[in-house]
């Protein structure tokens, strides 16, 4: 039996391991077949658990008809017995049921939230590139417990089909023209009902699409609360959010009517049953092809249908919603990683110049090399071109989300031409990948190689890193291979004295999530911190002390050097502290190295660099504080005892 957690293998070397993503309805195929013999069970057992339904309006009959009416009591007791027998079982497995309906929910919720999980850390930057993050989380959210619900639907409404046909075979056997009336109901519900599913399933995915929007919002306005207050810009955007928020209520008030709509002709169409199942079996008594015992046992059945048709509406209600759902997921899942391992990896060569073809970069092995530029894109783009990650390209979020206004054929069209795009993105994406990156290491294309190497060898420290929750020790060493140390030399090549200071408990102290209890500075030396502790072959730190104050940034130009010393080191920066301490410096004007040489024969020869650094025609005295050259030290903070040698 599948068990919980569930099992996921999407995505993977394994052939058959990736969901199927052709349609709404592959993929919520895909789904039940991911429960394994955990939806059997839940079936088998949900059967059993109807069997006080199915049989017990029958056993009442014959207690009637045998034991009251015959005036047997020998019958009546056997009747009796059996039907406290049959109602001992279905109460037993009722709670069995329970447990692995339950279970059942759990694995298709939890099972969606590793797959966009895997589909995230298989696409990593590329993925927000292409799908707003809030779509992300909703399909991981919100969407994932609309697929638990469609998998306890599934196993119930399948269990009640069984039910009724079971039922609707005794009905025949007791009397034929209420057996087709029971026969006819449950076509007859799906008939009415049919109409009013597909404004429903409108306004459900609109419903849908508002709310991840919302997220979308909720999720930058969080990530951007210091800013907004820092401008005044906390009343704009929250107008806008309250705004996005009554356009979700309005779609899920539309939504709830025409759900309600549907709910109202189950329960019509139900009563109008119950009323002519006894209108006919009166008749039937009357006329003497009724005992009495029958008609309690049809109309003890007529009242149980009742479950099974609303079973039925409701099934219909969640299979609309979970197909809403499974076009979203499959708008994130379906997406391809835009690299292609190559068929035959080329190993990069240790200790090798790294050249950008498309800047004329050229960066010497074992030196520390800064880039200046007077556009911070292009310097990010250099980084992204040297780690061999995607440049930004707006045009790549493609959803299959259509304008609410399109209707019919017109949403046909634009699904179809959306889809194809899709498609075509996909194409452009492998076609980019099998042409050489321009970026080499020796001779060596970075496009040649394996990725997971790539990013083994070179590492890219970007303007906008994350620090996650957990311990000092976890942000710092996420794979625990550090020795103390290790730890204290990238701390003080950090200066990040006072981050293990404000973390109360040391490198066993607890972070928040995104490190709140930090300063912005505060974060971003421990993120520099954590790059300097990964030692990588080559590091590429993007503007590393862009929110230290001026003393910090000295100590960290300073200890730079020496911490990456005989490693390749490359720093987009334009800070003069930095430069100062530079190998080599490069000036990138247009994306084009046009000069390359120390800081001051730059600044005392190039007016253009000058005027990048300096943001003036005459070059400054730079005021170097005093020099410190003392090794990497336990600090004061840092006297504490460790829990244990290494991180």
């Not at 697929?147 to 079971?166: D, P, Y």
């Not at 023209?177 to 009902?193: H, N, Y």
């Not at 299979?319 to 379906?334: F, P």
């Not at 070179?458 to 994350?466: K, R």
């Amino acid at each position: 039996m599948q068990d919980f957690p569930p099992e996921i293998r999407a995505y993977s070397a394994r052939d058959g391991a990736q969901p199927d993503t052709r349609s709404p309805r592959h993929f919520l195929w895909w789904v039940v077949r991911l429960e394994g013999t955990l939806a059997l069970a839940g079936v088998a057992i949900a059967l059993v658990w109807m069997l006080p339904q199915v049989l017990g309006p029958w056993l009442v009959g014959r207690a009637i008809d045998d034991g009251i009416v015959g005036g047997d009591s020998g019958a009546l007791l056997q009747w009796v017995l059996i039907l406290l027998a049959v109602t001992v079982i279905g109460g037993l497995s009722g709670t069995v049921y329970h447990t692995v309906i339950v279970r059942e929910w759990l694995v298709a919720l939890y099972g969606t939230t590793k797959l966009v999980t895997r589909k995230t850390l298989q696409l990593g930057h590329v993925l927000p590139r292409r799908t707003p993050t809030g779509e992300v989380l909703s399909v991981s959210g919100s969407d994932s417990d609309q697929f638990g619900g469609f998998m306890e639907i599934v196993t119930r409404a399948f269990s009640e089909l069984v039910a009724f046909f079971c039922v609707a075979a005794i009905v025949l056997s007791i009397n034929p023209s209420m057996g087709l009336l029971v026969l006819l109901s449950a076509p007859l519900l799906v008939v009415c009902g049919m109409p009013l599913l597909r404004p429903m399933q409108r306004w459900q995915g609109i419903e849908r699409s508002r709310n991840s929007e919302l997220t979308s919002m909720a999720t930058d306005i969080v990530g951007g609360l210091r800013i907004l207050r820092g401008i005044g810009g906390e009343g704009t955007f929250g107008g806008n959010y309250a705004r996005q928020s009554q356009r979700v209520r309005s779609s899920g008030v539309a939504a709830g009517t025409w759900q309600a709509a549907v709910e109202a002709v189950g329960v019509l169409l139900s009563g109008a049953f119950v009323v002519a199942l006894m209108w006919v079996g009166v008749r039937e008594v009357v006329q003497g092809r009724l005992s009495v015992g029958q008609l309690v046992s049809v109309l003890g059945y007529g009242l149980f249908l009742i479950q099974p048709m609303r079973t039925f509406v409701e099934f219909a209600q969640k299979m609309t919603r979970s197909v809403v759902s499974a076009r979203k997921a499959i708008a994130v899942l379906e997406q391809r990683p835009p690299w292609v391992d190559p068929t035959a990896p080329r190993s990069l060569p240790h200790g090798a110049p790294v050249t950008d073809d498309a800047s004329g970069l050229v960066v010497t092995p074992g030196r520390l090399t800064m880039v200046v530029s007077g556009v911070p894109d292009d310097s990010a783009a250099l980084a992204n071109r040297l780690g061999r990650y995607l440049p930004e390209e707006p045009d790549a979020q493609i959803s299959l989300e259509l304008p609410e206004e399109l209707k019919g054929r017109a949403a046909r069209r634009e699904r179809a031409r959306r889809v194809i795009a899709r498609a075509e993105q996909s194409v452009r994406d492998e076609e980019r990948a099998r042409r050489a990156w321009g970026v080499r290491v020796g001779d060596v294309d970075l496009g040649e190689a394996d990725l997971d190497e790539v990013r083994s060898r070179i590492l890219v420290s970007d303007t906008s890193p994350h620090v996650f929750a957990g311990t000092l020790r976890s942000a710092i060493d996420p794979h625990g291979r550090l020795s103390r140390e290790a730890a204290e030399s990238a701390l003080w090549a950090a200066s990040a004295d006072d981050v293990f200071d404000a973390v109360p408990g040391g490198w066993a102290g607890e972070l928040d999530e995104r490190g709140r209890g930090l300063s912005g500075g505060q974060r971003q030396r421990l993120v520099l911190m954590r790059a300097l502790a990964a030692d990588p072959e080559v590091l590429v730190l993007v503007e590393p002390t862009s929110a230290v104050d001026a003393h910090t940034e000295a100590r960290i130009a300073e200890r730079l050097g020496s911490a990456r010393e005989g490693r390749t080191t490359v720093v987009m920066t334009a800070s003069p502290l930095l430069l100062h301490h530079a190998d080599e410096v490069v000036l990138l004007q247009d994306g084009l190295v046009t000069a390359h040489g120390t800081h001051a024969d730059l600044l005392a020869g190039n007016p253009a660099y000058r005027s990048v650094v300096v943001r003036g025609d005459e070059a400054p005295t730079i005021d170097q504080p005093e020099p410190d050259d003392t090794p990497p030290r336990t600090h004061r903070t840092m006297t504490r005892p460790a829990p244990q040698e290494v991180l």
